[in-house]
């Protein structure tokens, strides 16, 4: 759970919401059950907060104070939750959350880039239009919402940021900067690369395909192949040069893995291991092969 930092006196008046209705860690599904169980007292409560805010102005100055105070790695506020709950009630078509006059928006911040150094300078542009993302929320919309070249371009940037010794560099800079805006964009900037570009070993020797169940390892070499196209322009690629015949061959996988038990076994042994988890490239190749199944053979 994220802990709760002390107000500000000028916003103390926020308090009691803060108390009865926050503390989900902005996890956005929480707030939507939580707002279900809502009673007309609840719903009044929060709303009297949020004319407040309005009334008083307060929605850049709370805003800037909580992204001030937001440091990774560090205790944050949980004022920023108020906003995820705002936004759930303003999801549900009520009123006054609706008009949206109370959203997450703080002043602008004076970045000084010339503190990045000459060979780390190829990260400004992706961490100032990447690293603002820093909120549950936010990093859903962008996966959803990034285009297959902007996807692209991220992966050309996780393959040089992965490169032996980058990393080290770059948490050296950050440490010499810590708690400096610049570092911060590109540590989030770091996490959505660790979000949205699987980890996948260039060397397939290094695969370890024993940990499929016996029954499931049929996936291992199709996943082994197919698992590599995980990005859309990609798979558009293969699409236009795969071949006759082994298009039919995905068609012929795709048929046994739609079964209801064959499926229900290769999800439940998904589920074992994270979607990008480094450790385990393998569930991560299976996860991209059923995707390609799903584009190459609709039946799927």
Request: a negative charge; hydrophobic letters at 40%.
């Amino acid at each position: 759970m994220s802990q709760p930092v002390p107000l500000p006196d000028e916003f103390s008046y926020l308090s009691d919401v803060l108390n009865r209705y926050t503390n989900h860690d902005g996890n956005v599904s929480d707030y939507d059950h939580l707002i279900a169980s809502f009673t007309a007292d609840d719903l009044k409560r929060v709303s009297e907060a949020y004319e407040e805010i309005v009334r008083r102005d307060d929605t850049r100055a709370l805003s800037t104070f909580i992204s001030q105070s937001f440091v990774p790695g560090k205790p944050m506020t949980r004022a920023w939750e108020l906003f995820q709950l705002f936004d759930a009630l303003a999801r549900k078509g009520l009123k006054p959350f609706v008009d949206k006059e109370v959203e997450y928006s703080p002043a602008p911040r004076m970045l000084d880039w010339t503190k990045l150094p000459a060979d780390l300078s190829y990260l400004r542009e992706f961490a100032a239009k990447y690293g603002v993302n820093q909120f549950e929320e936010d990093r859903r919309r962008l996966a959803k919402e990034i285009s297959d070249i902007e996807l692209a371009e991220l992966a050309a940037l996780a393959d040089r940021v992965r490169q032996p010794g980058e990393m080290d560099r770059i948490y050296e800079w950050r440490m010499q900067y810590d708690g400096d805006p610049e570092p911060e964009l590109v540590a989030w900037l770091v996490q959505i690369l660790n979000d949205l570009v699987p980890r996948l070993p260039k060397d397939k020797s290094k695969l370890d395909w024993k940990k499929l169940p016996n029954k499931l390892r049929y996936l291992a070499e199709p996943a082994s192949i197919y698992g590599y196209y995980w990005l859309g322009v990609d798979r558009d690629k293969l699409l236009k040069e795969i071949s006759h015949r082994d298009l039919l061959a995905l068609s012929e996988l795709a048929k046994k893995i739609r079964s209801p038990r064959e499926f229900k076994s290769i999800s439940r042994w998904l589920a074992q291991y994270g979607l990008h988890d480094y450790n385990n490239p393998e569930a991560t190749l299976v996860y991209y092969l059923l995707e390609v199944l799903g584009e190459f053979a609709p039946e799927f």
